[in-house]
């Protein structure tokens, strides 16, 4: 079994449409939470960092974690093409410049016009 | 924000020649930096960590002798990949994080080409 595991899409929706990407995690040491995207071809961009249960909101991104269920979310608002790009929930078990991230899988969304 | 600048952003070379990939963090001191390789629609594999003025540590089933890493300031990390075969071809990315906290910082990665 993965330490985290992360549904890979595709997923599709159309413009303007809430999404909400999804991770498990088996390990409860893990105790900070990102989100990246990333683009074809290009490098993971951070979108959240968080630590502690409960939402942490930016711009039209909320980031969910719930540490009792071992299972953090990452909510899209009003959904735009732009945002057509591969999500990856990543997490580390101690605070520090040396730890090590684990990843999703990635999860594929398409927005649609 | 943290900013991780990657060079070059894609290269292509022949068999058997060497490339060197240079990540470099702008705004802050990495002491270490991650190196990562990436397969199409795949997720991020963590090849090695370079550590600041000390020798990388390598994961498991990646040839560190093919790979050589160089941590020589706190700033840059530099990739070799060594005597490059067809199946080195891949999109190779680094990532660092600030002392203060907050998330990891990926370069915008290298895209390399064995011909």
């Known amino acids: ?113 | 924000g943290a900013v991780v600048s990657q060079h070059p952003s894609w290269v292509i070379c022949k068999s058997g020649t060497s490339v060197k990939i240079e990540c470099r963090s702008l705004d802050f001191q990495a002491t270490t930096m991650f190196w990562y390789r990436q397969f199409p629609k795949q997720s991020l594999m963590l090849m090695a960590t370079s550590n600041e003025g000390s020798k990388a540590t390598y994961e498991q089933g990646v040839e560190k002798d093919k790979f050589l890493i160089n941590h020589a300031s706190l700033t840059l990390s530099t990739l070799t990949v060594t005597s490059a075969h067809p199946e080195d071809s891949s999109f190779y990315i680094c990532s660092a994080r600030p002392s203060g906290g907050g998330g990891y910082t990926f370069g915008s990665g290298t895209r390399l080409t064995v011909v």
């Open chain 1, 1 to 113: 079994q993965k330490e985290v595991e992360q549904d890979p899409g595709p997923l599709s929706v159309p413009e303007g449409a809430i999404v909400s990407l999804n991770c498990t995690y088996s390990n409860s040491a893990f105790q900070y939470f990102m989100w990246y995207r990333q683009y074809s071809r290009k490098g993971p961009e951070l979108l959240m960092y968080t630590y502690s249960s409960g939402n942490k909101e930016d711009g039209r991104f909320t980031a969910q974690v719930d540490k009792s269920s071992k299972y953090i979310s990452l909510f899209i608002r009003d959904s735009q093409p732009s945002d057509s790009a591969t999500y990856l929930c990543a997490m580390i078990k101690y605070t520090g410049t040396a730890s090590k991230l684990t990843f999703g899988t990635g999860t594929r969304l398409q927005v649609t016009l």
